[in-house]
């Protein structure tokens, strides 16, 4: 069946995600099929129009997703038919999403037509020079026009899903919800340099969660799901991550661009 418009849903920490949408938005419209993009932290699940086809896209965190993701799409309302297809990125491996999302989907009613996970640049612990970081962003374009080409002319698959892959996500979700923001705050260390941050706000503005508040600096409160946008984005490089080798940092977009959709 041709795709007349697709609503994608989206969340992009620090980019990469986003470049992989806008790639296929392009492909999709080259192709004359009409897209709306929707930032998932926006979103609101049960209000998804089902007479299109639905697309979700996101990060791998922890072998999973992050937990307020698998919560909007948890949240999607009973469809008849929907047909849906997802596209994550990852650094290197996801654990297996594809399996879990399908069946969760399917039960909801929905049509599951195509799932595929795209390599992109690390955003965690060891973050590429800027040469290969450009090649694998360059290599990650390619196959998302090509997935959305394949979409677009109904030829996707959402492929096989062995049983360890199903187990390793499970647990990963219930891990990664468990994550209590108190005691891993020592171990990513997110606190602004005093000496460093210039109070612009943009780490409260940006953050998905708005788990930041501004007093005189930023103020963590305990829902963070280390998405590394707060990190990635402060123009002063004032908000350090323990666990980032060297303390460096990865950003595929400008922040406009990020908020811009
Ligand atoms: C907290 C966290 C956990 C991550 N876990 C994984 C993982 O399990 N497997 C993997 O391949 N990449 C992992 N990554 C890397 C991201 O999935 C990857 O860089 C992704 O493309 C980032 O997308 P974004 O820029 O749209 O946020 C993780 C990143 C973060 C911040």
């Not at 919800?177 to 780490?203: H, R, V």
């Not at 280390?226 to 323990?242: D, E, G, H, N, T």
Request: a positive charge; one cysteine or more; hydrophobic letters at 35%.
């Amino acid at each position: 069946m041709k795709m007349e418009k697709v609503a994608f849903y989206y969340f992009s920490g620090t980019g990469n995600t986003l470049l992989v949408v806008e790639k296929m938005e392009e492909t999709f419209k080259k192709n004359g099929v009409n897209v709306e993009l929707h930032r998932i932290e926006e979103s609101d699940p049960e209000k998804v129009n089902l007479q299109h086809t639905l697309g979700l896209a996101f990060p791998v965190a922890g072998l999973s997703t992050y937990p307020f993701v698998w919560e909007f799409i948890e949240s999607l309302p009973p469809a008849n038919g929907t047909p849906v297809f997802m596209v994550d990125t990852l650094a290197g491996y996801s654990g297996g999403m594809v399996g879990p999302l399908h069946d969760k989907l399917k039960k909801k009613g929905y049509n599951p037509m195509g799932a595929c996970e795209i390599i992109m640049p690390s955003n965690i612990f060891y973050i590429q020079s800027d040469e290969n970081r450009s090649k694998i962003i360059e290599k990650g374009m390619k196959e998302a026009e090509k997935y959305a080409q394949v979409l677009s002319d109904g030829k996707a698959k959402w492929g096989s899903f062995p049983v360890l892959p199903h187990m390793l996500n499970t647990l990963s979700r219930s891990f990664m919800k468990s994550w209590e923001w108190k005691s891993q705050q020592k171990w990513f260390g997110f606190k602004a340099n005093a000496s460093k941050c210039n109070q612009c706000g943009i780490c409260a503005q940006i953050c998905p969660l708005n788990n930041i508040e501004m007093n005189e600096y930023p103020e963590y409160k305990f829902k963070c799901q280390f998405c590394m946008r707060c990190v990635s984005f402060c123009p002063q490089k004032a908000i350090p991550c323990k666990v980032n080798y060297k303390g460096n940092t990865h950003r595929a977009v400008k922040v406009k661009e990020l908020l811009s959709n």
